[in-house]
Nanobody, 124 residues
Framework: QVQLVESGGGLVQAGGSLRLSCAASGRTFSNYTMAWFRQAPGKEREFVAY????????YYADSVKGRFTVSRANAKNTVSLQMNSLKPEDTAVYYC?????????????????WGQGTQVTVSS
């Protein structure tokens, strides 16, 4: 079992920045592939960013590429999402997710563990 707790959400104006963090506990963090997803009201949960176990590989949704950066610190059991140039359409609840599998995965059903989510609201 892995427990995940997100933090760092809030209200920001368009063009601003936020940094989300996800703290993990329970099992060896470096054994888990990590990702960020988001879900806006009335919409399905969508993939945002992926980072491999070592942190050596990352992958982004086209909608956030060039604006968001995912990173992890295995020694601290944390994964972060730096979000720059935020847009109103980035408004959503953001979730971190973990999975013991290897390789790129971009759909929610591929992840076994989820945090409770943190709200990000971008005003225009």
């Amino acid at each position: 079992q892995v427990q995940l707790v997100e933090s760092g959400g809030g209200l920001v104006q368009a063009g601003g920045s936020l940094r989300l963090s996800c703290a993990a506990s329970g099992r060896t963090f470096s054994n888990y592939t990590m990702a960020w997803f988001r879900q806006a009201p009335g919409k399905e949960r969508e993939f945002v960013a992926y980072i491999s176990r070592s942190g050596g590989r990352s992958y982004y949704a086209d909608s956030v590429k060039g604006r968001f950066t995912v990173s992890r610190a295995n020694a601290k059991n944390t994964v972060s999402l730096q979000m720059n140039s935020l847009k109103p359409e980035d408004t959503a609840v953001y979730y971190c997710a973990a999975d013991a599998g290897i390789g790129l995965r971009t759909t929610p059903d591929r992840y076994d563990y989820w945090g409770q989510g943190t709200q990000v609201t971008v005003s225009s």
